[in-house]
């Protein structure tokens, strides 16, 4: 929540001055644009609230990786970028499959809106579920990889890793003749 609490406080405010202006405009489509803002809010909400519990599942997930701040994007992508895809991906199909079949299906918007939403909803609740389950048993890995005393090195390991370093130079150095 920290790294988005700005943009969300910026979000929430644009959301209600639009949601007020709405309401002071008279209209016969009023009443469902100010719905649709409404559960887009609670949406957003949702997301964000999403977005902080799998950021830090994802982060745990990879703990060898050196950059977390990437690993983190990935949670973004399940969560916001995901259902957009998964949406496209069904229209498409549905389209596809009746233009394969020769029927005329042409949905209205007032149907895939609700559509879209849920989806949405849905993918945000999976994720969130998933992460708030998954994080205590991952963080008690990451506790254990990253505490856990290495074993002493022996003579053999030693050697080893001499032999090792000593092949590496010489295939670092260029061959001069």
Same mark, same amino acid.
């Given at each position: 929540?920290?790294?988005?609490?700005t943009l969300l406080a910026?979000?929430? @405010?644009?959301?209600?001055?639009? &949601?007020?202006? %709405?309401?002071?405009?008279?209209? *016969? !489509?009023? =009443?469902?644009?100010?719905?649709?803002?409404?559960?887009?809010?609670?949406?957003?909400?949702?997301?964000?609230?999403?977005?902080?519990?799998?950021?830090?599942?994802c982060v745990v997930k990879?703990?060898?990786?050196?950059?977390?701040?990437?690993?983190?994007?990935?949670?973004?992508?399940?969560?916001?970028?995901?259902?957009?895809?998964?949406?496209?991906?069904?229209?498409?199909? @549905?389209?596809?499959?009746?233009? &394969?079949?020769? %029927?005329?299906?042409?949905?209205? *918007? !007032?149907? =895939?809106?609700?559509?879209?939403?849920?989806?949405?909803f849905a993918n945000s609740?999976?994720?969130?579920?998933?992460?708030?389950?998954?994080?205590?048993?991952?963080?008690?890995?990451?506790?254990?990889?990253?505490?856990?005393?290495?074993?002493?090195?022996?003579?053999?390991?030693?050697?080893?890793?001499?032999?090792?370093?000593?092949?590496?130079?010489?295939?670092?150095?260029? @061959?001069?003749?």
């Amino acid at each position: 929540m920290r790294q988005f609490r700005t943009l969300l406080a910026l979000l929430c @405010v644009l959301l209600g001055a639009s &949601l007020v202006a %709405l309401t002071l405009q008279a209209g *016969p !489509q009023r =009443l469902a644009v100010l719905t649709v803002l409404a559960i887009y809010l609670g949406l957003l909400a949702l997301q964000f609230y999403a977005l902080g519990w799998a950021g830090m599942w994802c982060v745990v997930k990879a703990p060898e990786l050196k950059q977390p701040r990437r690993v983190s994007s990935n949670a973004f992508f399940f969560i916001v970028m995901l259902p957009g895809i998964m949406f496209g991906f069904i229209v498409v199909s @549905v389209q596809f499959l009746c233009w &394969l079949a020769g %029927l005329v299906f042409s949905p209205r *918007p !007032q149907w =895939l809106v609700p559509f879209f939403f849920s989806l949405a909803f849905a993918n945000s609740v999976y994720w969130l579920r998933r992460a708030k389950r998954e994080l205590p048993h991952e963080l008690r890995l990451f506790a254990f990889r990253r505490y856990t005393p290495r074993e002493p090195v022996t003579f053999f390991g030693r050697m080893g890793k001499m032999v090792g370093h000593v092949l590496r130079r010489a295939r670092a150095r260029p @061959v001069v003749t």
